[in-house]
C-alpha cells in the first residue's frame, strides 16, 4: 500500500469541499480513503476491506457527496448499516463534510424510533438516507421512500449486517434500487457471504484490502493463561491490577456476559452487559451509561459491540479467544485510537491455543504470556467510576433539551458545571452524568425541583455507595 498519494488535494474534489476537510481537521488521507477514493471518485463499484476507526466513512461519503445533485430533491445516495449507533455516527459525519455544499439534506431511518417522524421527514424530502436494513424495506414496502433518483449505494460493516442475519433484507433493497448505480462495500472481515452478496448485484467490483494492523507499540498486548473455571475470577484480578477506568470485555457467548457480569457486580465492580436479545431501549440505557463514564465496564458479544466508537476506551479485555483472528484485531482496535495507547489483556485456555495460533499469524508476531500470579490487587478496592447517571421521564417529545437540564442542575439545584457531565436526551427519556459523590442530592433536588418550569420524575440508574 506504499506510494499512496496522502493529500486530499490530489483528489478530484471541489475547492470548497477542499476547504472544509481542512476545516474539519482532514489534513492526509488514511490508507482505506488514499485507496477507495480515486477509484470511488471514477464511478465504479468497490469492495473495500476496512476496520472501524480507520476513516472509511469519510471514504464513501466524500464518493457520494461527489455524485450529488443538491438542487434534485430526491433520494439520490443510501447507505445501510447494522445498528442504530452506526446509523447517527454516519449521518453526523456526511452532514460535516457536506457542509461545504449548499443544504444537502440526510435523514436516518432506523429501528427502534417512532415511524410517524420518519414519514414527515420523508415527506419533506431528503438527498441522502442513512438506515438500517430492517427499517429501509418496512419505507420501501409502504411506499415512502422512492429511490428512483438513487445513484450510489454503499453498505457499510456488511460483515457486521450478514452476522445479524440481514442477507435476504440486503439483496431486496439492492434490487429495488436502479440498475445504474454505483455500489461501495465496506467491511472489516471478508466472509463467503460478501461475494455472495457481491456476485448478486455489483458490477465488476474493484477489490481494496488496507493491512488490518495496529501501529507497532500503539497497544500494548498481554496474554494470560487460565483454566476455564478460573477465568471470570481472572478478569476481576486484570480489572484491580490495572485499574482502567474504562473497559470493554468481550466474550464468545451471551451466556459468558451475563455470567461475568453477575461475578463483576457482586465483587463490587460496575458493570453493565450488552448482548443482541436486549430491547432497543435498554441497548440506549446501557451505552449512554457507559459513554458517560458512570460504568467501568462493558461485558459484550462480538455482534453487540458491532458499530460502536467509544472514545477514550483504556483496556480491552478477551475473556474468550476468537476462533477468528480478524475479529481479534478488530477488538482490540478499539482501544488505543488517537495519541492514547492501548491496553489488550487476553485469556486463553490450553484448548483456545489453535486460535491462538491463528492470531499470531495474522499479527506476524508471537504473543507476550505472563503468570495470573503476578496480578496484585489495590487495596482500595474496585475501581468506582467517576459519574452516576440520572434517568429524567422526558425527552424531545416533551422539548426537553440539554440546555434545560443543565440549567435546572446549575440553577435552582445549586450545583457546579463541572459536576456535571454528558447529558443525552433521547424521544422519551433524558439521561445526565453528574459528579458520584452528589448523585442521590442532585436526584432528590432535580425531582422535587423544576426543569423547563415543569416537575420530572427522576430515578439514579447506578448503585451509588
Not at 439534506?105 to 415511524?115: D, E, F, P, S
Not at 465483587?267 to 436479545?277: C, K, R
Not at 504473543?367 to 495470573?372: A, I, M, R, V
Not at 447529558?423 to 425531582?447: C, G, M, P, Q
Request: proline share 3%; with cysteine.
Amino acid at each position: 500500500m506504499t506510494g499512496l498519494a496522502t493529500d486530499f488535494a490530489t483528489l478530484p474534489l471541489s475547492p470548497q469541499a477542499l476547504a472544509n476537510l481542512t476545516q474539519l481537521g482532514y489534513l492526509q488521507m488514511t490508507p482505506i480513503q488514499a485507496a477507495s477514493l480515486p477509484v470511488a471518485l471514477l464511478g465504479k463499484d468497490l469492495i473495500a476491506q476496512a476496520k472501524t476507526g480507520s476513516g472509511k466513512t469519510a471514504a464513501f461519503a466524500l464518493a457520494l457527496l461527489a455524485n450529488l445533485n443538491p438542487r434534485r430533491f430526491a433520494v439520490q445516495a443510501m447507505v445501510l448499516c447494522p445498528t442504530r449507533e452506526l446509523a447517527d455516527q454516519v449521518t453526523t459525519e456526511i452532514r460535516r463534510l457536506a457542509r461545504a455544499e449548499e443544504n444537502i439534506k440526510v435523514i436516518t431511518l432506523c429501528g427502534g424510533v417512532a415511524l410517524r417522524g420518519q414519514l414527515a421527514s420523508l415527506e419533506h424530502g431528503a438527498h441522502i438516507v442513512v438506515g438500517t436494513p430492517g427499517r429501509i424495506m418496512d419505507h420501501l414496502d409502504r411506499g415512502s421512500l422512492n429511490l428512483e433518483a438513487l445513484n450510489t449505494l454503499v453498505l457499510d460493516e456488511a460483515d457486521r449486517m450478514l452476522d445479524m442475519g440481514f442477507f435476504e433484507d440486503i439483496v431486496k433493497v439492492a434490487r429495488l434500487c436502479p440498475k445504474e448505480r454505483q455500489t461501495l462495500l465496506f467491511s472489516a472481515t471478508y466472509p463467503e457471504g460478501i461475494q455472495k452478496l457481491a456476485a448478486q448485484f455489483m458490477k465488476s467490483p474493484q477489490q481494496i484490502t488496507v493491512q488490518a494492523q495496529h501501529e507497532e507499540g500503539k497497544i500494548v498486548q498481554r496474554w494470560y493463561q487460565v483454566k476455564n473455571t478460573e477465568r471470570l475470577h481472572a478478569v476481576s484480578l486484570l480489572l484491580n491490577h490495572f485499574r482502567p477506568q474504562s473497559s470493554l470485555a468481550f466474550c464468545n457467548t451471551k451466556q459468558q456476559c451475563r455470567d461475568l457480569v453477575q461475578v463483576l457486580q457482586a465483587q463490587g465492580f460496575s458493570a453493565l452487559a450488552l448482548f443482541g436479545e436486549l430491547e432497543q431501549r435498554e441497548r440506549d440505557q446501557v451505552l449512554v451509561q457507559f459513554a458517560n463514564r458512570s460504568c467501568s465496564v462493558l461485558v459484550a458479544t462480538d455482534v453487540a459491540a458491532r458499530g460502536l466508537d467509544i472514545a477514550d476506551l483504556e483496556a480491552v479485555i478477551n475473556v474468550d479467544v476468537t476462533p477468528d483472528s480478524e475479529v481479534h484485531i478488530h477488538r482490540i482496535g478499539r482501544t488505543g485510537r488517537g495519541e492514547a495507547q492501548g491496553l489488550a489483556l487476553n485469556l486463553a485456555s490450553m484448548d483456545e491455543m489453535g486460535s491462538v495460533g491463528k492470531i499470531e499469524q495474522l499479527q506476524g508476531r508471537e504473543s507476550e504470556w505472563h503468570p495470573l500470579a503476578e496480578l496484585t490487587a489495590d487495596a482500595a478496592g474496585p475501581l468506582q467510576p467517576p459519574m452516576a447517571t440520572l434517568q429524567i421521564v422526558g425527552g424531545r417529545k416533551e422539548k426537553i433539551r440539554a440546555g434545560d437540564v443543565l440549567g435546572a442542575l446549575t440553577g435552582e439545584a445549586g450545583f457546579t458545571r463541572d459536576q456535571v457531565g454528558k447529558i443525552n436526551v433521547n424521544e422519551f427519556s433524558t439521561y445526565v452524568a453528574v459528579d458520584r459523590r452528589i448523585a442521590r442530592e442532585a436526584a432528590h433536588k432535580l425531582s422535587t425541583g423544576r426543569v423547563k418550569g415543569k416537575t420530572v420524575k427522576v430515578r439514579l440508574l447506578d448503585d451509588v455507595a
